[in-house]
């Protein structure tokens, strides 16, 4: 179960607000993940993240990685993942960078990254 918590964090993001729980957090910890279901998962995220930079609707869902705690885990995951994800999460971070991400969320993601 190496990716269960990033796993997690990308089934159940949080808008910077704290809404957006998913409720059955709890039974996705308990599950068997493969680099195959991470991928999935990844570049579905990604196909999110493009959307959302040609739709006015879908900028919402690019504000939840405003937030420097739900940034650090894209990072953090881009660091333990397979060559494969980590191509797509940086695609990911580059979307969300062109999305007008406040450098100082930027540094505070990646300061909280590396203090683990």
Do not use: C
Not at 22 to 40: H, W
């Amino acid at each position: 179960m190496r990716y269960g918590r990033y796993l997690t964090f990308l089934l159940t993001v949080q808008a910077p607000d704290g809404s957006g729980l998913n409720e059955e957090g709890e039974a996705i910890q308990g599950k068997m993940y493969t680099e195959t279901s991470l991928f999935r998962i990844v570049a579905l995220l990604d196909q999110l993240i493009t959307l959302s930079s040609v739709s006015a609707e879908g900028y919402s869902i690019a504000q939840k990685f405003f937030d420097p705690e739900n940034l650090r885990q894209i990072i953090e995951l881009s660091v333990e993942t397979t060559t494969q994800n980590q191509i797509l999460i940086q695609k990911i971070l580059q979307h969300i960078m062109r999305l007008g991400l406040p450098q100082e969320i930027l540094d505070e993601s990646v300061k909280l990254a590396g203090r683990q």
